[in-house]
């Protein structure tokens, strides 16, 4: 059974940083792309960046140079460094897993998902 499980989320002030982790189990980890969504109150679930399982990277606009993704596969975890906060990140952040490297920025791609962590940034 896989298991994505997310953690790291919070309450933050705006211009903080958080990091957001992503344990993954039941699949073999590195041969899985890697993904962040995030959902806000009312919103649709956005991309936000995502990992090759050969460590290409891609990132939103509205998150490049301010957030970083990484793997570690032998830890069997995904990571999502949020640096300069800012109110509009505020949203339940999704890992997710896909076992390609294209379309990564489409929720469809993903074949597995977390249950979300909640990230609040306050102005």
């Known amino acids: 059974q896989v298991q994505l499980v997310e953690s790291g989320g919070g309450l933050v002030q705006a211009g903080g940083s958080l990091r957001l982790s992503c344990a993954a189990s039941g699949l073999t980890f590195s041969g899985y792309s890697m993904g962040w969504f995030r959902q806000a109150p009312g919103k649709e679930r956005d991309f936000v960046a995502a990992?090759?399982?050969?460590?290409?990277?891609d990132y939103t606009d509205s998150v490049k140079g301010r957030f970083t993704i990484s793997r570690d596969n032998a830890k069997n975890t995904v990571y999502l460094q949020m640096n300069s906060l800012k109110p509009e990140d505020t949203a339940i952040y999704y890992c997710?897993?896909?076992?390609?490297?294209?379309?990564?920025?489409?929720?469809?791609?993903?074949?597995?998902w977390g249950q979300g962590t909640q990230v609040t940034v306050s102005s």
């Open positions: 997710a897993a896909a076992g390609t490297n294209y379309r990564l920025r489409v929720g469809l791609t993903y074949f597995y």
């Open positions: 990992i090759t399982w050969h460590n290409s990277i």
